[in-house]
């Protein structure tokens, strides 16, 4: 299958620039939902729209060569190729304003094969809050989309990600990894009906227009509430998902006026700062003479300010409460788990077979430039001789004798040099290479 990128293998051939002729240094780090708290994942996510400057800061500075930065509510991952990973991890703390140290105990780092294989899980939804979930692989690819218009993805992580979106199609069909799948949008309303009675009695709100969004309109709107709102940054946004569901929009302006009229709010933007402050839910509260207001905030940075979990009759779920409810279902899943880690395993096998015959590509380039420098040198010589009247024959046995003292000078004058095992070793290798039959 082919890449579902915007760019093809050619295009990471022509940025083969950043591959100098160094081994290849492949490295992941970050934290997860697994690692660390939502207060700690919030301090280094990334806005979508400063995603891109980040990339070109990580690379323009040399802390790597090529880079792609994943980014969600559960989840902060950089994939490099870098030749010193630690500076990669300097960087991130320098870029978020953060002590190295704060960040270490919740950091995981991922050397070569390992990075591999954790692309690979990610992808398949193995790493997810939710076992399968398939929301994930959506992200990878726009992820890999920014890199490739910041232009700062290479040949090796061109290769990395072409393979992790191959193993990821194959672990969801050909695996139940994806089957009795509670997502996080279902487990929001089923807190809702813990709340409230019946959905259809409610108002519900949407803050925000984004993908999670659509997903929690479609679980919501099969509950049939009395009305649905979506508010968003832009009201072009906000109507166009309003309008699949005879909703109505507004901009996040109207919130303080509109926030009251709401039972239900569900929200996930990709804002910096938080949208609902606690004196606007106090005074909507107020207006509702303090009717229970259900808030399901799935944004990192969190779109809710931490002390609106404070006030009495507000019922507030980060993205880290859901876990226990998308757990439903997960038994089911396990069985498939074990399937999906033996191809995972056949892929990361391939890939790093792949990236070892990288590794040799230095010497092979070298190797044929040294070849031919003599070539150049012999022909050079030989078109002397004939411009000097020597005869065709005599010239070319000149020149193929030339040629064979030059390829064979070196390895013969190693094999000289060499002692106990280290000859015996080397007089093994050049009969493998050259072919040579073994002596009696």
């Given at each position: 299958m082919?890449l579902?990128?915007r760019?093809?293998y050619?295009r ?6 950043f591959?100098p002729?160094t081994?290849?240094?492949l490295f992941?780090f ?7 708290p939502?207060?700690?994942r ?6 979508m729209d400063?995603?891109?400057?980040a990339?070109?800061d990580l690379?323009?500075?040399g ?7 994943l980014s ?10 870098a ?33 591999v294989?954790?692309?690979?899980r990610?992808?398949s ?17 726009q ?6 218009q910041?232009?700062?993805m290479g040949?090796l992580?061109?290769?990395?990600f ?7 199609k ?11 799948l509670?997502s ?10 813990r709340i409230?009675?019946?959905i ?6 949407f803050?925000?227009a ?8 479609v679980?919501f709107?099969?509950r049939n ?11 072009e ?8 569901y005879n ?12 926030l ?6 569900v ?8 949208i609902?402050g ?21 944004a ?7 002390e609106?979990?404070e ?6 779920y ?6 226990d ?7 089911a ?11 995972i ?9 792949w ?8 010497t092979?380039?070298?190797?044929r ?6 070539r150049?040198q012999?022909?050079?010589?030989a ?8 005869s065709?024959?005599k ?5 193929s004798?030339?040629?064979i003292n030059k ?11 060499a002692h106990g ?5 080397f ?12 002596e009696?």
């Amino acid at each position: 299958m082919a890449l579902p990128l915007r760019s093809d293998y050619n295009r990471a051939c022509h940025i083969a620039r950043f591959l100098p002729n160094t081994t290849m240094q492949l490295f992941a780090f970050g934290l997860n939902h697994q690692t660390a708290p939502l207060a700690v994942r919030e301090q280094v996510a990334f806005g979508m729209d400063r995603i891109e400057i980040a990339l070109r800061d990580l690379v323009g500075n040399g802390a790597a060569k090529e880079a792609t930065i994943l980014s969600t509510c559960n989840r902060m991952e950089l994939y490099c190729n870098a030749a010193k990973p630690e500076h990669a991890i300097d960087w991130l703390a320098g870029y978020h304003n953060l002590p190295r140290k704060d960040l270490e105990p919740y950091l995981y780092s991922l050397p070569r094969e390992q990075a591999v294989k954790h692309s690979f899980r990610v992808a398949s939804g193995l790493d997810s809050m939710v076992l399968g979930e398939p929301q994930i692989l959506g992200q990878m690819k726009q992820a890999v989309r920014q890199a490739e218009q910041a232009g700062t993805m290479g040949i090796l992580l061109h290769k990395l990600f072409q393979n992790t979106f191959s193993v990821a199609k194959q672990v969801r069909t050909e695996t139940e990894i994806g089957a009795n799948l509670v997502s996080m949008a279902a487990a929001a309303v089923k807190l809702a009906e813990r709340i409230f009675t019946s959905i259809a009695d409610q108002n519900v709100l949407f803050v925000g227009a984004g993908e999670m969004m659509e997903l929690n309109a479609v679980y919501f709107a099969a509950r049939n509430p009395k009305r649905i709102t979506v508010a968003n940054r832009t009201l072009e946004r906000a109507q166009t998902l309003a309008r699949q569901y005879n909703g109505s929009a507004i901009t996040l302006s109207d919130l303080p006026e509109q926030l009251a009229q709401h039972d239900i709010i569900v929200t996930c933007t990709a804002s910096q700062l938080p949208i609902l402050g606690k004196g606007m839910v106090e005074r909507a509260l107020k207006m509702r003479r303090h009717k229970p207001l259900f808030i399901v905030d799935l944004a990192v940075p969190r779109d809710v300010e931490t002390e609106v979990a404070e006030l009495n009759d507000v019922f507030l779920y980060t993205v880290d409460d859901i876990a226990d409810v998308v757990k439903d279902g997960l038994e089911a899943r396990q069985g498939a788990v074990k399937e999906a880690e033996v191809i995972i395993d056949s892929g990361v096998s391939n890939f790093m077979h792949w990236m070892e015959s990288r590794d040799v590509v230095p010497t092979i380039r070298a190797l044929r430039e040294q070849a031919e420098t003599s070539r150049q040198q012999e022909l050079e010589k030989a078109m002397r001789l004939l411009a000097r009247g020597e005869s065709p024959e005599k010239v070319l046995e000149v020149m193929s004798r030339g040629l064979i003292n030059k390829f064979l000078h070196a390895p013969t004058h190693a094999l000289n040099q060499a002692h106990g095992n280290d000859r015996d070793s080397f007089v093994d290798t050049v009969r493998r290479l050259h072919h040579l039959q073994s002596e009696e």
